[in-house]
């Protein structure tokens, strides 16, 4: 069994600020590391992921996320956001063995992300 | 990525009836998964669409409340039956990417308001 576990329901921020989304697993197995976005009226997008090799991951966009095995965490990070950044953001993991696991996510509670002018 | 499309996008029920929610996607997948996003929650899996067998469900989901159909490889429906307000949530239709170890690509979503 998994868990994700988001530690901010909400983050408000000034444009051009620094963000940093907080996301922690437990699992029994090793997982893959997903963080999805969902703009307003929109579906869930898929920002960036890790599933091996070096632990620094970024998106297009600018976010950065960082795969720490020993503190079973995978925060997302962006130096400077955009109003277009507000959002809400979701941690995922998924089972790497396959089989009857396979496609099945499990998700943190979301972050809410507010950029402020 | 695949193109996948919900409707209805939106719908408010009364309670005790029930509504079935399409997905279409554009492209032939194995499996299609439906996903419950409750106000204020996180998405839960609800079950595994499988054409040409019965759907799976995960655990605190049966198929008498949410009976799923998958005529084919493109296409889907969910149904919430005997809806109650606590059913009152966002569903969405995904399908994993090819090989792509778990990553999902996601339908827009059915927000249900059940008065």
């Known amino acids: 069994a998994q868990s994700v576990t988001q530690l901010d329901s909400q983050v408000p921020v000034f444009e051009e600020a620094p963000v940093e989304l907080r996301c922690n697993y437990s699992s029994s197995v090793s997982v893959y590391l997903f963080w999805y976005v969902q703009y307003p009226n929109q579906g869930l997008q898929l920002l960036l992921k890790?599933?091996?090799?070096?632990?620094l991951v970024k998106s297009i966009n600018g976010f950065e996320a960082e795969f720490n095995k020993s503190q079973t965490s995978f925060h997302l990070r962006k130096p400077s956001v955009h109003i277009s950044d507000t959002a809400e953001y979701f941690c995922a993991v998924s089972d790497q063995g396959g089989g009857t696991s396979y496609g099945k996510l499990t998700f943190g509670q979301g972050t809410i992300l507010t950029v402020h002018p | 990525s695949a193109v996948i499309s919900q409707k209805p996008s939106r719908d408010i029920c009364q309670r005790g009836t029930s509504l079935t929610i399409q997905c279409q996607v554009d492209s032939q997948v194995t499996m299609m998964f439906w996903y419950r996003q409750q106000p204020g929650q996180s998405l839960t899996l609800i079950a595994t669409a499988n054409q040409g067998s019965e759907a799976t469900y995960e655990s605190g989901f049966v198929i008498d409340k949410f009976p799923i159909s998958r005529p084919n490889l493109t296409f889907s429906t969910l149904t919430v039956s005997n809806m109650s307000p606590e059913d009152s949530s966002i569903y969405l239709c995904?399908?994993?990417?090819?090989?792509?170890?778990?990553?999902?690509?996601f339908g827009e979503g059915s927000r249900l308001t059940v008065l």
């Open positions: 890790y599933l091996s090799g070096s632990t």
């Open positions: 995904s399908v994993p990417r090819d090989r792509g170890f778990g990553e999902l690509f």
